[in-house]
């Protein structure tokens, strides 16, 4: 039982880093109706900022510097590749997106190389016991700062002009060009949202107990696709439950790996994918997904 | 026009879609406060008008070939559509357009993003619609999908009107509308107008658009084919045989020896 509560906790934790990533994920598709495949390497790059800079300057202000870069590289990405191809098909747009991943993916596994790189956290590896169950002080750390920041975009997305500026192009976006909402503008910001989210989303999925920033973490970070796309790519709510389920899902595969040999080992990277599937199997849709609806 | 100011300027404007011309050379002018109606049949290019105004045919694949479009002496070619509804010009499009899943009150809040102005002329703005239309503000946090027709009709033209414009470019704003409710929205463009916003009005419901504006073009296959006073072409028999459903017994003769003079393709009868 205390092994189970362990592995919850633990599950709700990474499945908050994921739903970080996810969320980035979908405001990008919302704003834009893009699947950003260069995700992952948008959340490579905020690491590496932090990774080189929190020697210098410290932990938090690398920490800032990184979602800052990770923002910037989403804005410059969204900015000289994705405005050249405006108007285009969305599978086009889609494939441009896998081209940026590489080209991003290439230069960074370059300068990170075989190494690992720490990026300096103040938690290190100190555990939190609570009564028969412990838990790293990172997952709890990770847990908060994802809920503080979903909260703060949720409320800004429903109350502020950017998110109704947002909200409206995701629904029509000639009818938002009508209301004099400047499209260039909301694409750029969902973009550079999106990056600052994957850079926070880095840190913790970098920290105890995983080694560190190496050259594998844009892998973990795919697990926020399945996320993603089982809560519905269209929807916010969508992004925060698929990412719960996700690595709840992950973390009890993973812990009791040794119960289910009979799959093989690795079961809990492949979980979240077995998820999806079944998940789409029943909604093709998405659990909050929006069904495409024509109107005759 | 006898010295009154022109707000919008249509000149020689021709435009389409890749091969297909959807304009050719329609001029047309709106003088300040006035109400002007644009009359035609589907396919006629009245939307594509208000889309060429509006900067938004690269949404459909299509471009301003050439002509100009000038608005208070300012020409809006060239412009991206936030600038020109910054300008003073804001359309209703056609099919109300709403955004379904957010609340009334947000789609008024979008409605004014374009706008320039501080807060005060916002909630001012804001006032305004919801004296226009009460039902607005009694459903102000109601999804927009869940109003009705004309309901939504309200929203989209409020929406417009949140961005403070000195023209409003309606987009058959009577479509699918109860005739009751039609009739309503008549009122309301009359209000708006005699508030001091010029109005554009496309409509296929000509009785309509006609006691509504002052002066009336017809627009056919992309060309303007009648122009003058909304009285004038309310009372000439080409307009009232074709728009207004009038049918005497000269112009059923007309119609008539048209049937006979024009060879009609059996192949084509057929498929019918």
Not at chain 1, 45 to 68: E, R
Not at chain 1, 143 to 161: D, E, G, N, P, Q
């Amino acid at each position: 039982m205390t092994t189970f509560a362990e592995l919850l906790l633990n599950g709700v934790s990474l499945g908050s880093i994921y739903a970080l990533i996810a969320l980035g994920f979908v405001v990008i598709f919302r704003a834009t109706e893009v699947v950003n495949f260069a995700h992952a390497s948008l959340l490579l790059a905020g690491g590496y900022f932090t990774a080189v800079l929190h020697d210098t300057i410290g932990f938090w202000p690398a920490l800032l510097a990184g979602i800052a870069g990770a923002a910037l590289v989403g804005a410059a990405v969204e900015f000289l590749v994705m405005r050249r191809y405006r108007g285009s098909d969305h599978s086009v747009l889609a494939i441009v997106t896998i081209g940026v991943d590489i080209l991003l993916a290439t230069e960074l596994t370059r300068r990170i190389g075989t190494d690992i790189l720490s990026l300096g956290d103040p938690w290190g590896d100190a555990v939190v016991t609570l009564g028969p169950v412990s838990i790293a002080e990172t997952r709890i750390a990770a847990f908060l700062a994802a809920a503080l920041l979903i909260t703060a975009f949720l409320l800004a997305f429903r109350h502020t002009s950017w998110g109704v500026a947002m909200r409206a192009a995701a629904e029509n976006q000639e009818t938002a060009a009508l209301m004099g909402i400047r499209l260039g503008r909301v694409s750029i910001g969902a973009w550079a949202v999106a990056g600052g989210l994957a850079a926070v989303a880095a840190l913790f999925l970098t920290v105890f107990p995983t080694p560190g920033l190496e050259r594998s973490t844009s892998l973990a970070a795919m697990k926020a696709f399945p996320a993603a796309i089982l809560g519905g790519l269209d929807s916010t709510t969508g992004a925060l439950v698929g990412g719960l389920l996700v690595g709840v899902t992950e973390s009890l595969a993973t812990g009791y790996q040794g119960d289910l040999t009979f799959l093989g080992r690795g079961i809990g990277d492949l979980a979240p994918y077995l998820v999806m599937v079944a998940v789409l199997l029943i909604r093709p849709a998405g659990l909050f997904g929006t069904k495409e609806l024509a109107r005759v | 026009m006898g010295g009154t100011a022109l707000a919008l300027e249509v000149a020689d404007l021709s435009a389409g879609y890749g091969p297909v011309r959807a304009l050719r050379r329609v001029s047309l002018e709106v003088p300040e406060g006035a109400v002007v109606t644009v009359l035609g049949g589907n396919g006629a290019g009245k939307s594509t008008l208000l889309r060429a105004i509006s900067r938004t045919l690269t949404f459909h694949g299509g471009a301003v070939v050439s002509g100009t479009v000038s608005f208070g002496g300012r020409a809006l070619g060239g412009l991206a559509p936030d600038r020109v509804v910054a300008a003073g010009v804001s359309q209703v499009p056609e099919g109300r357009q709403v955004f379904a899943r957010m609340t009334v009150e947000d789609n008024l809040r979008a409605g004014a993003l374009g706008a320039r102005g501080d807060r005060a002329t916002k909630a001012a703005a804001m006032k305004r619609v919801h004296e226009l239309f009460p039902v607005l503000a009694d459903r102000a946090h109601q999804r927009a999908g869940l109003l009705s027709g004309g309901e939504q009709q309200m929203l989209a033209v409020g929406r417009a009107l949140m961005a403070s414009p000195k023209l409003l470019l309606l987009d058959e704003p009577s479509l699918g509308l109860a005739p009751l409710m039609a009739a309503r929205i008549a009122d309301t463009i009359r209000e708006i107008n005699a508030q001091g916003t010029a109005v554009l009005l496309v409509e296929q419901n000509a009785a309509l658009a006609l006691r509504l504006a002052s002066r009336a073009y017809v627009l056919e296959v992309g060309e303007v084919t009648l122009s003058g006073p909304a009285a004038e072409l309310a009372a000439s028999d080409e307009v009232r045989r074709r728009y207004l459903g009038v049918v005497d017994e000269e112009a059923a003769a007309d119609a008539a020896s048209a049937t006979t003079t024009h060879p009609v393709l059996s192949r084509w009868e057929e498929a019918r």
